[in-house]
């Protein structure tokens, strides 16, 4: 099995997990700053050209949520996909509004100031962003009243999700002052198998680049 990404990219987010399940799987690091994404053979097993993905045999598991759904079934006796239909259903919802309620503005942030060419950029996008985030951060800070995991009461793949996503959040300056999911962030950070923080990460590659 191996996972091709870089930190801080998403890689993260299936990091976190394979940390977790403490499962052998290879980390290729891809660097994407030279185009290896682009290459032929990248291309031939993920053909949107976009990190992280999966290989594990003759499955290729693309999108990072995905990849945590995938291995959170292949190894059940983790538990961490829930322990029934209604448990693994919440799940899958907020999973699913981490990724486009949240994930999405921050994405919107980072485009139009960092990664998209200056003159593409739309300045006026970066407030209502932030905005569209922190209505859906509220939502979130809301539904962790009086709650330790995301869905039900044992830790499961939709918290290392949102931890991530959060922690994000947290570097794309969406956050603010939501008590309960910046707690949340600190405590799922503090597990032992946690990966770097994005803010490490960044800081991580900027020395290596130096």
Known sequence: MRLYGT?????LRAIWLINELEI?????????????????????????????????GDDVISESCAIQL???????????MGANLSERGQIYRWMF???????QPLWRVGLHTRMYPEDERLA?????????????????????KDREFVVGERLSVADF??????????EGGILGDAPRLNAYVERMYARPKAPP??????????????
């Open 70 to 80: 995938y291995l959170a079934e292949k190894f059940p006796e983790k538990r961490f």
């Open 197 to 210: 923080t994005i803010e490490e990460a960044w800081a991580e590659l900027k020395r290596q680049i130096a």
């Open 124 to 144: 006026a996008d970066v407030p209502l962003a932030k905005r569209d985030g922190e209505a859906m951060i509220a939502v979130l800070e809301d539904h962790m």
């Open 97 to 103: 509004f981490l990724a486009t309620e949240i994930e």
């Open 7 to 11: 930190p801080p990219t998403r890689a």
């Open 161 to 170: 999700n949102a931890a991530y996503t959060l922690n994000w959040a947290r």
């Open 24 to 56: 052998d799987c290879e980390i290729v690091e891809v660097d994407m700053g030279i185009g290896e994404h682009k290459d032929f053979d990248m291309l031939a097993l993920n053909p949107t050209g976009k990190l992280p993905f999966l290989v594990d």
